[in-house]
């Protein structure tokens, strides 16, 4: 019968293992509250645009602010550890960049969601600033299209008319 080698993690490392399985859980919460910010970030000034969705994107930009505090605190004083491994190290090493790209993208959408907002601002009707689509009779488009076709193709009957 072979002699079984049961390692038994000790105290450091079972406690790098919990930190790391938190710091996954909450980047990767972080991760899903960027993109649902980005995915709200699109609507800002279109015809989706209304008091409602900038209050759902000021409440997920503090949700995601919240989980960046929290990892920021957890991934900082786990890198503080002078007893870490070589590779524990660098594992929270990678979770950082992870953190830190997330960050970037979170701040670059929270820039173009604040120049948006302030060049489309939302009116007191809660109506959008921009109206998108057409608006009107249907008939009345199509006719000034032609109108306009036919504007184009006379010229063009003159043109021909006057050179030949």
């Not at 929290?70 to 950082?96: C, F, P, V």
């Not at 929270?110 to 057409?134: E, F, H, I, R, W």
């Amino acid at each position: 019968m072979p002699i079984q080698n049961n390692k038994v993690a000790s105290e450091g490392q079972a406690n790098f293992q919990k930190v790391k399985e938190e710091c996954n859980v909450v980047l990767d919460a972080l991760h899903k509250v960027v993109a649902c910010y980005r995915h709200l970030a699109i609507n800002v000034g279109g015809s989706s645009d209304s008091k409602h969705l900038r209050d759902e994107l000021r409440r997920t930009r503090e949700r995601a602010q919240e989980l960046a505090v929290s990892n920021r605190n957890i991934i900082t004083d786990a890198l503080r550890d002078k007893q870490l491994s070589k590779e524990d190290r660098q594992q929270l090493e990678r979770l950082w960049v992870q953190f830190s790209s997330c960050l970037e993208l979170l701040h670059n959408d929270m820039c173009k969601v604040y120049d948006l907002g302030m060049a489309v601002p939302l009116s007191s009707t809660n109506q959008p600033a921009m109206q998108t689509g057409a608006t009107g009779k249907q008939w009345a488009v199509h006719q000034l299209g032609l109108e306009v076709y036919l504007l184009f193709n006379a010229q063009k009957l003159r043109e021909n008319y006057i050179c030949n």
